[in-house]
């Protein structure tokens, strides 16, 4: 490559004619410059020229501007700059042009250019170029970190403060505006101090801003405590820079005042919370009440450093409050036992409201004179009463706690006393708890000792291949009741009593195996007894334990035999009587007990005429003319009347006309219904003979037999009289029979004897003194009278039969017949009621078998829950969805509310409350809100107090929108076997207090049930 500068190069000649000194000039500058002629080709360029843009010499001198470096100078704004405003202006400075080139990148370019206009030569044009593209990156990148650094201070979360090194402030951050509530206007270009009225003005500040950054460039965590105006005190945390290239000084301003306050409030609860443990620990260590007061008073004293502390028991705002506890410094008086509200009231009045503190009673606004000078006697300056107060109950007792001087008690001191009175009162409210669960334990202890069932405990395991038990535990009725010596006490039984049944061995292995308890009545050969047994698994299984509950019934068969065997006689009696005895059910007449001479009488087979309508069949071979004789006297017997009346019958097997005379009773239940129809039928066909045939059955018969005149006054008795009595035969003439009967029986007998002149029959009961033993025994009178021709009585034919034994079986027996009775038409109604809703809603027959199936099985489970009820705790939610599931309740939907919390009830209330239930669901489901599309049932319970503060459980059976008529909601619902339940059985068992109302609004069932043991 030729050199430029060479001698004989165009540009050296160029530069040589034209002038030395300039071309020295042109290549020691350092600044890009080329010149140009009139054509804009590139006449000379300096060295900076080519280095800047990287060409040589030979691709650049005598090339036209535009063609330099493959094309890339042709810019438009070059162009125009060298084209246009060149030539117009003649030169041309500062003028910018961006541009990339091929080989030195992109490129920020300030021309310069001037034509140099000479007489003697050509024009020139001198191009200067000056590359400023580095110090716009510069810029560029100062002014970003610039902003950078703004944003940073903006985000900042602390206050900042830009000051000069006049100490004015030069900005500040958004954050510092909003905490000291200032604005730019009043700040900037303030002098610190004067910030906020001089509220900045602060000795620390000065010292921090004018001494210490004097000789440090930076200062950290430096804490600044000050009251600022509009935002109070406040704590401070300022850390500082100094910049000195640009004479700021940069403060940051964390405002650490909550975050100081959390920290202390973090020790304070971590100091709190370890004392409430100690204290917690310390408590459960103590077994007295008085032990828990006098341990945890003892700790609060020394924990707040006070003067005093003791614990209060109230029992009422009128009455003395016990002192539990009280823990004193060696400074104050000895305490009282007690205090007395009249000594205090206002501050007892205080207490019973809330937490009620005290800085100092000599100033205290609210105390009085009474106040001041009883709390002096008690060495109390200021003191804190944190009221423990239940529900309903109001303030049960009190922690005090307080100085013998004023003391400016902290929320968190105020907080802690709280805390510890209900620590404290838990604590004596447990130990309290657990000694009567001592002393209740101890008097079960005594109890199962005392009771009179027996109660064994038996260890049950397999031996030389047999089962075999032995007693581990048991009572001292046990012992009474099996017959058993204390030797038999942990041995095996197969050795102690080797003739004992197998069954008792297997019932008891099954129990133990299976853990399914096993309830039954069983017979014992081997001790002569007979057993009500209930056994149930007692303990883990593999202790293989069998606890067993039993009494002895032998006493109880054996009057069940003698029921039977009196029983059997009298229906061998019916059946050797001549006169027809009979009993009728009193709604549908038909025959429940019917004695063969209604064979003889009649002339019909008895397995006859008891099939289809007996009571049509019997009144057909009734003559026409008496039918409404004997349809008006069985009208009055159903009607609770005694009947006799004579009628004429044919005889169904020969048409033979024969005299009847019927005498008919009604049977009452418990509640005086008659339920069943008693009668007699005598054949006076044969009056003579059936008068032989009286005499010798009065001699024979086990009754006692008379004979009597009107008015009652006898004139026989049989020799079965005499033997009962003792009274002679002469001695009964009269009205000396009335000697043989109670007392209290013998003004009804006589006006039983006046109404029987008038009714023609003589029914009465009546106790009567057996000589034997002096004791009176009920008899059952009966009495017939003996007419003439003309139907005038000539006497009275009677017996006295013995009904003791009878009555109190029977008695027992129509209980226990009407229970059977009552719960088996419910549960068929039930049935029937599940089958026809069922079928309703049912599309098909799989669909009736299976919902019809679900629903038995639900009534099964009841069934099963009224039998199991003693043997497993039940919830009273679980009684009720039990029995309202089996009736198929589910379908009602929203129509039923059941509503309560769940309550555990005693083994001993679910037998009956199951009933009752039982009855109400039934019932609503037969004639009730169940019953009906608009019906709905609510029934809602909650656990109270009664008024002597025992546990009661509060229920509200209610059922509402009853749309049948009065005649048909009543029936069943206003009596009967449920309703007597309620309102009889549970206050008597369970001593609940009942309420039943039927109305046409619906039924509401109140039953308030105790859920503690009654008393005794």
Request: glycine share 8%.
């Amino acid at each position: 490559m030729a050199d430029p500068q060479a001698p004989g190069s165009v540009p050296s000649r160029v530069m040589v004619d034209g002038n030395g000194y300039s071309d020295a000039i042109l290549r020691t500058m350092r600044q890009p410059l080329v010149v140009l002629d009139a054509a804009l080709n590139v006449v000379l360029a300096n060295p900076a020229f080519y280095a800047t843009f990287r060409v040589e010499p030979a691709e650049t001198v005598g090339r036209k501007i535009y063609h330099l470096g493959n094309g890339q100078w042709n810019i438009a704004a070059l162009r125009d700059l060298l084209e246009d405003i060149l030539p117009r202006d003649g030169q041309v400075e500062g003028y910018r042009v961006l541009h990339v080139f091929e080989t030195i990148g992109n490129r920020i370019m300030v021309l310069n250019a001037r034509r140099m206009q000479r007489e003697d030569q050509a024009d020139r044009i001198l191009l200067a170029i000056d590359d400023i593209t580095r110090q716009e990156r510069a810029l560029w990148e100062l002014e970003g970190l610039k902003e950078f650094a703004e944003k940073i201070v903006e985000a900042s979360r602390d206050a900042v403060l830009i000051l000069g090194w006049d100490l004015r402030v030069k900005s500040a951050n958004r954050k510092f505006y909003d905490l000291f509530g200032v604005d730019p206007v009043s700040t900037e270009g303030q002098l610190i101090y004067d910030l906020g009225n001089g509220q900045w003005d602060m000795p620390q500040l000065r010292e921090l801003l004018e001494n210490v950054l004097l000789t440090a460039s930076e200062l950290d965590d430096f804490v600044v405590e000050h009251f600022f105006e509009g935002i109070g005190q406040r704590t401070m945390v300022l850390n500082a820079r100094r910049i000195d290239h640009i004479e700021f000084i940069l403060l940051a301003i964390e405002d650490a005042t909550e975050s100081r306050r959390a920290a202390a409030l973090l020790r304070e609860t971590t100091l709190r919370e370890s004392f409430l443990l100690a204290l917690s620990d310390g408590l459960r260590t103590q077994r007295t009440a008085a032990d828990i007061a006098a341990h945890a008073l003892r700790m609060l004293r020394e924990h707040l450093d006070l003067d005093r502390t003791f614990l209060a028991e109230t029992r009422g705002t009128q009455l003395p409050a016990a002192i539990l506890g009280e823990s004193s410094g060696h400074v104050v008086p000895p305490f009282p036992t007690s205090l007395d509200p009249a000594e205090f009231p206002v501050a007892f009045r205080k207490a019973s409201e809330g937490m009620y503190i005290v800085q100092n009673v000599a100033t205290a606004a609210a105390l009085g004179e009474r106040d001041r000078e009883s709390l002096a006697r008690i060495a109390l300056g200021s003191f804190i009463v944190a009221p423990l107060q239940r529900a309903g109950v109001g303030m049960i007792g009190a922690l005090v706690v307080g100085s013998a001087g004023p003391r400016s008690w902290s929320e968190a001191e105020a907080a802690l006393v709280a805390e510890c009175a209900e620590r404290i009162w838990a604590a004596i409210e447990r130990a309290r708890a657990e000694a009567a669960l001592r002393a209740s334990d101890e008097r079960y202890a005594a109890l199962f000792d005392t009771i009179d069932q027996g109660f064994c405990v038996v260890e049950v395991r397999e031996r030389e291949g047999r089962l075999d038990y032995r007693v581990v535990e048991a009572n001292p009725a046990f012992y009474v009741k099996t017959g058993f010596t204390s030797e038999v006490f942990g041995r095996w039984m197969r050795e102690v009593a080797p003739d004992l049944e197998e069954h008792w061995y297997v019932v008891y292995g099954r129990v133990a195996m299976t853990g399914v308890a096993a309830r039954f009545e069983e017979g014992s050969a081997a001790l002569g007894r007979w057993f009500d047994v209930y056994a149930f698994r007692f303990g883990a299984p593999e202790e293989s334990r069998v606890a067993i509950l039993f009494n002895d019934i032998s006493d109880r068969k054996r009057q069940e035999d003698a029921l039977r065997e009196s029983e059997e006689r009298f229906r061998r009696f019916g059946d050797a009587s001549r006169d027809v005895l009979w009993i009728r059910d009193a709604g549908s007449m038909q025959w429940q007990y019917l004695t063969r001479a209604y064979e003889d009488i009649y002339g019909i087979d008895r397995a006859q005429a008891v099939t289809g309508n007996d009571y049509r069949d019997w009144l057909g071979l009734v003559m026409p003319q008496d039918r409404p004789v004997a349809t008006r006297a069985l009208r009055r017997v159903r009607a609770g009347e005694h009947a006799t009346f004579e009628f004429r019958v044919k005889r169904h097997r020969d048409g033979a006309v024969r005299w009847l005379r019927n005498s008919e009773f009604p049977i009452t239940d418990e509640r005086g219904r008659v339920t069943s129809i008693g009668g007699i039928g005598h054949d006076l066909t044969e009056l003579r003979e059936t008068e032989l045939r009286l005499k010798t059955l009065m001699e024979g018969i086990p009754q006692l037999v008379w004979r009597a005149r009107s008015g009652g006054l006898w004139t026989w008795a049989s020799p079965q009289w005499v033997a009962f009595t003792g009274l002679s035969s002469d001695a009964s003439a009269g009205l000396g029979w009335l000697e043989a009967l109670h007392p209290d029986d013998r003004a009804g007998a006589v006006t039983f004897w006046t109404e029987a002149e008038e009714t023609g029959k003589l029914e009465m009961e009546a106790r009567i003194c057996r000589v034997a033993d002096g004791e009176y025994y009920w008899f059952q009178w009966r009495a017939t009278p003996v007419r003439d021709e003309a139907g005038q009585i000539l006497e009275w034919l009677g017996t006295s039969t013995d009904v003791n034994e009878l009555r109190r079986m029977q008695e027992r027996q129509q209980v226990m017949v009407a229970e059977l009775q009552h719960r088996t038409r419910n549960l068929i109604a039930v049935v029937r009621s599940i089958a026809q809703q069922t079928m309703k809603a049912s599309e098909g027959l799989d669909s009736f078998r299976h919902a019809f199936g679900d629903r038995l099985a639900a009534l099964s489970r009841v069934q099963g829950l009224l039998s199991q009820a003693n043997d497993t705790q039940i919830t009273i939610g679980a009684l009720l969805h039990s029995e309202l599931d089996a009736l198929g309740a589910g379908e009602a939907g929203g129509r039923i509310v059941i509503r309560g919390p769940e309550v555990a009830l005693r083994n001993s209330v679910v037998q009956t409350l199951a009933l009752a239930f039982h009855e109400l669901a039934t019932n609503a489901r037969k004639y009730g809100a169940l019953s009906m599309p608009d019906g709905r049932l609510e029934v809602v319970w909650q656990v109270g107090e009664d008024a002597r503060g025992r546990s009661r459980l509060d229920l509200l059976w209610a059922e509402t929108a009853l749309s049948r008529g009065e005649e048909d909601r009543g029936n069943g619902r206003d009596s009967g076997y449920g309703r007597e339940l309620i309102e009889r059985a549970l206050p008597y068992s369970l001593g609940a207090e009942t309420s039943y109302e039927l109305s046409r609004a619906g039924v509401r069932c109140r039953i308030a049930l105790p859920l503690t043991e009654k008393a005794g």
